[in-house]
């Protein structure tokens, strides 16, 4: 068998064989071969190795398999950097006669081979150009024999370089030896987006990595069950709504709404799965995750719907509740004082009648006319308790008795809101249940009697001073209502004011 080693050249496509021919050359070291087109210089990228002869002649075809010179010495480098110099001081004179003659192409780069005898020009173009007369303004130009070589856009990207979308530099500079072809079939099958800007490289053809995972997506689809099949759980159906191919594991959502992972070397098939398979003439894909797999998962949320599966099947017990345990509230059974009937039925004490102070502290009962009954009053030897009640008055006092005179009784000291004209809240009403109180305007029209009073307290609402009544028990005097903070006090407005409140 044939032995080969692969050498790189700068603007070549694709690694080239060679015979080493007794050199020993190994990878990473020059050598000067012999081309087609005359001496070169170039990097061994693997060593020497045998090849059988359909490899060989699958690889170069007909061509004649050429011999590796020698390895390169430090003249033959420093030559090398000198040629590559002037190749990239000529680019600019290229770019300038192309652009002279009007031709549509671009131009790449400028290389002279290794002899220093010919020049070869390399450009990019859609189209086939007529490029005899820029060949002659190129000899004059450079003084050697000018080679042109068209080259495509995905040469011109190795030949340039550049990065990708990954941020690393283009796989076709740095290790690709050759340019395969790529189709949409392939960003379809690995479930990329059908967008020319995400699946494009610098070049503007289709990435080359596309092939990379090419094949092992085709693998795992053709092994793996469809997108949105239905597959039989311990915890009901399951439907398959995604693939990770890389790891070959597969995402179930459930009815309940929850998802898990699976991978597919751990579903199983069923006897349906295989008969269709029979019937069919296709592999037989699994449609079943066992139990033993479940558990397996490290998901709280499918331990959790596990262990109640098992405790509606009756598989394990419901835990009784630890008495020890500080987390477990023990219930508390609430008595209802009805009378003392059930306390006296089953034997126990009757409860003693509550003070004012824990009948205050109780929740209050709201009291409704018609409801029957008045306030219960605190007893003369206990302390009486405050109470309070938003923005509405309490007042404490006897009703009056029948000859007209008011008896009194001690007062509990309440919090009343001020209001203009009442004195500093002087005049209390008289004590009465909360919604038994008649309203400011019946309440002057009942202690009152005549029907100009009755007009005239409408006009001029007066606040009527409770506990302290006429001798007759007739309506006491009212009071005149002073104005407040006017501008002057004897204008037109302070007399209205005066002769508006005054009462004969």
Same mark, same amino acid.
């Given at each position: 068998?044939?032995?080969?080693?692969?050498?790189?050249?700068?603007?070549?496509?694709?690694?080239?064989?060679?015979?080493?021919?007794?050199?020993?050359?190994?990878?990473?070291?020059?050598?000067?071969?012999?081309?087609?087109?005359?001496?070169?210089?170039?990097?061994?990228?693997?060593?020497?190795?045998?090849?059988?002869?359909?490899?060989?002649?699958?690889?170069?075809?007909?061509?004649?398999?050429?011999? =590796?010179?020698?390895?390169?010495?430090?003249?033959?480098?420093?030559?090398?950097?000198?040629?590559?110099?002037?190749?990239?001081?000529?680019?600019?004179?290229?770019?300038?006669?192309?652009?002279?003659?009007?031709?549509?192409?671009?131009?790449?780069?400028?290389?002279?081979?290794?002899?220093?005898?010919?020049?070869?020009?390399?450009?990019?173009?859609?189209?086939? =150009?007529?490029?005899?007369?820029?060949?002659?303004?190129?000899?004059?130009?450079?003084?050697?024999?000018?080679?042109?070589?068209?080259?495509? =856009?995905?040469?011109?990207?190795?030949?340039?370089?550049?990065?990708?979308?990954?941020?690393?530099?283009?796989?076709?500079?740095?290790?690709?030896?050759?340019?395969?072809?790529?189709?949409?079939?392939?960003?379809?099958?690995?479930?990329?987006?059908? $967008?020319?800007?995400?699946?494009?490289?610098?070049?503007?053809?289709?990435?080359?990595?596309?092939?990379?995972?090419?094949?092992?997506?085709?693998?795992?689809?053709?092994?793996?069950?469809?997108? $949105?099949?239905?597959? #039989? *759980?311990?915890?009901?159906?399951?439907?398959?709504?995604?693939? #990770? *191919?890389?790891?070959?594991?597969?995402?179930?959502?459930?009815?309940?709404?929850?998802?898990?992972? =699976?991978?597919?070397?751990?579903?199983?098939?069923?006897?349906?799965?295989?008969?269709?398979?029979?019937?069919?003439?296709? +592999?037989?894909?699994?449609?079943?995750?066992?139990?033993?797999?479940?558990?397996?998962?490290?998901?709280?949320?499918?331990?959790?719907?596990?262990?109640?599966?098992?405790?509606? $099947?009756?598989?394990?017990?419901?835990?009784?509740?630890?008495?020890?345990?500080?987390?477990?509230?023990?219930?508390?059974?609430?008595?209802?004082?009805?009378?003392?009937? +059930?306390?006296?039925?089953?034997?126990?004490?009757?409860?003693?009648?509550?003070?004012?102070?824990?009948?205050?502290?109780?929740?209050?009962?709201?009291?409704?006319?018609?409801?029957?009954?008045?306030?219960?009053?605190?007893?003369?030897?206990?302390?009486?308790?405050?109470?309070?009640?938003?923005?509405?008055?309490?007042?404490?006092?006897? !009703?009056?008795?029948?000859?007209?005179?008011? !008896?009194?009784?001690?007062?509990?000291?309440?919090?009343?809101?001020?209001?203009?004209?009442?004195?500093?809240?002087?005049?209390?009403?008289?004590?009465?249940?909360?919604?038994?109180?008649?309203?400011?305007?019946?309440?002057?029209?009942?202690?009152?009697?005549?029907?100009?009073?009755?007009?005239?307290?409408?006009?001029?609402?007066?606040?009527?001073?409770?506990?302290?009544?006429?001798?007759?028990?007739?309506?006491?005097?009212?009071?005149?209502?002073?104005?407040?903070?006017?501008?002057?006090?004897?204008?037109?407005?302070?007399?209205?004011?005066?002769?508006?409140?005054?009462?004969?």
């Amino acid at each position: 068998m044939p032995t080969v080693i692969p050498v790189k050249f700068t603007y070549a496509a694709r690694d080239l064989w060679f015979d080493p021919a007794g050199t020993g050359a190994q990878e990473g070291d020059h050598v000067i071969c012999r081309t087609e087109r005359g001496q070169e210089i170039g990097l061994v990228t693997e060593d020497a190795r045998e090849v059988s002869g359909e490899e060989l002649e699958r690889t170069i075809g007909h061509a004649t398999l050429r011999d =590796v010179v020698r390895i390169a010495t430090d003249e033959d480098l420093d030559r090398a950097d000198e040629l590559a110099r002037r190749g990239e001081e000529s680019m600019p004179a290229f770019r300038r006669h192309v652009e002279a003659s009007g031709l549509d192409m671009k131009p790449v780069g400028v290389e002279y081979l290794f002899d220093g005898e010919k020049a070869v020009c390399y450009f990019a173009a859609e189209e086939r =150009v007529d490029f005899r007369q820029l060949v002659r303004d190129l000899s004059r130009e450079f003084h050697v024999r000018i080679d042109m070589r068209q080259i495509g =856009v995905r040469e011109e990207a190795a030949i340039v370089g550049g990065y990708g979308h990954c941020g690393q530099e283009l796989c076709c500079r740095r290790f690709a030896t050759s340019f395969d072809p790529v189709s949409i079939r392939m960003a379809k099958e690995q479930d990329l987006p059908l $967008n020319s800007t995400k699946i494009s490289g610098a070049c503007g053809r289709l990435m080359c990595c596309l092939r990379y995972e090419f094949e092992a997506y085709r693998d795992f689809k053709s092994r793996a069950p469809k997108r $949105n099949a239905v597959i #039989d *759980t311990p915890l009901g159906k399951a439907k398959i709504i995604e693939y #990770d *191919t890389p790891k070959e594991r597969l995402t179930l959502r459930l009815e309940s709404g929850k998802q898990l992972r =699976v991978a597919l070397a751990d579903m199983t098939a069923s006897e349906a799965a295989h008969k269709k398979s029979e019937e069919l003439g296709c +592999p037989c894909r699994p449609d079943t995750v066992t139990r033993e797999v479940l558990d397996r998962l490290e998901s709280p949320d499918v331990q959790m719907a596990l262990a109640e599966l098992d405790r509606k $099947n009756g598989v394990v017990p419901e835990p009784a509740p630890d008495a020890s345990d500080i987390f477990v509230e023990p219930k508390r059974k609430r008595r209802r004082a009805s009378g003392g009937a +059930p306390a006296a039925e089953k034997g126990e004490r009757p409860a003693a009648p509550a003070s004012s102070e824990e009948t205050g502290a109780r929740r209050r009962r709201k009291r409704r006319p018609g409801d029957g009954g008045a306030p219960a009053q605190p007893a003369p030897e206990a302390q009486p308790a405050v109470t309070r009640r938003r923005r509405h008055h309490q007042a404490a006092a006897s !009703a009056p008795a029948e000859g007209g005179q008011a !008896a009194q009784a001690p007062q509990q000291p309440v919090k009343r809101t001020r209001r203009p004209g009442d004195k500093g809240g002087q005049a209390a009403q008289a004590a009465a249940p909360r919604g038994m109180q008649p309203s400011r305007r019946k309440r002057a029209s009942q202690q009152g009697g005549a029907q100009g009073e009755k007009d005239q307290q409408r006009r001029a609402p007066q606040h009527m001073a409770g506990g302290q009544q006429g001798a007759e028990g007739g309506a006491p005097k009212p009071r005149r209502r002073r104005r407040r903070g006017g501008r002057g006090k004897g204008g037109p407005g302070a007399e209205g004011a005066a002769g508006g409140g005054s009462a004969e």
